[in-house]
């Protein structure tokens, strides 16, 4: 089975559509107000033709109530907390959306801390969190080598179109769900190559 992919960070209602044409299976809408990718527009999601690709919500240490409002209004999928958000935050979440939780790369072998947020749909992992993220940097991925889970995971952080070039071998990466794409598929902040993006997943269904 090919690796599901997620485009990250968009804000334009037409590439969230062609993306999910294209074969996207999650686009990811930031409503974090301190990202240069937030999505300001008042305008509810729920006005896009329909999409096969669920809409991803990516939020950060945000109030929880604010967090179901705002996916209530524009009806997402699911929710990705991208913060410090505690396991019984994310509980109570999952009472009302599906979960994807990210973590910083290095901490996919803590069994200590992975543990307490196994009611989560999801983990992904990234170079950083909050602030930091979307920065284009990768982590060390010889990490996940050790990923002992049963839980899917996203792979974040610095993903370019060269990912598959580097003698990729999905063996390397147990547990390895989909790949999500952000920065370094951009023409500027939350507006994507489409055409760079389509030449990838094309290598996507190759492996």
């Known amino acids: 089975m090919s690796l599901a992919i997620k485009v990250c960070g968009l804000k334009d209602h037409f590439q969230m559509k062609r993306l999910s044409e294209m074969g996207v299976a999650y686009v990811g809408i930031n ?3 301190h990202s240069k990718r937030f999505y300001k527009q008042t305008m509810s999601l729920d006005k896009l033709p329909t999409m096969t690709a669920k809409k991803v919500g990516i939020f950060v240490d945000a109030p929880l109530e604010e967090v179901i409002k705002t996916a209530e209004l524009h009806h997402l999928d ?3 907390l991208h913060g410090n958000e505690s396991a019984v935050y994310c509980e109570l979440l999952k009472k009302h959306f599906p979960v994807i939780k990210a973590f910083q790369g290095n901490l996919a072998i803590e069994s200590s801390i992975l543990s307490d947020y196994d009611m989560c749909d999801y ?3 990234d170079s950083a969190l909050g602030k930091h993220a979307g920065l284009g940097m ?3 991925h ?3 080598e050790n990923y002992h889970f049963d839980k899917p995971y996203f792979l974040a952080g610095g993903l370019g ?3 598959f070039d580097k003698t990729f071998q999905k ?3 147990p547990g390895l769900y989909g790949l999500d794409l952000n920065s370094k598929f951009e023409l ?3 507006l994507k190559d489409l055409e760079l993006i389509a030449s990838f997943i094309i290598k996507t269904q190759n492996q």
Do not use: E, H, R
């Open 161 to 163: 179109s060269d990912f």
């Open 142 to 144: 010889t990490v996940l």
């Open 123 to 125: 983990y992904l992992f």
């Open 171 to 173: 063996s390397l990466y």
């Open 31 to 33: 409503f974090y107000p």
């Open 188 to 190: 500027s902040p939350g």
């Open 138 to 140: 990768a982590f060390d």
């Open 78 to 80: 699911m929710i990705q």
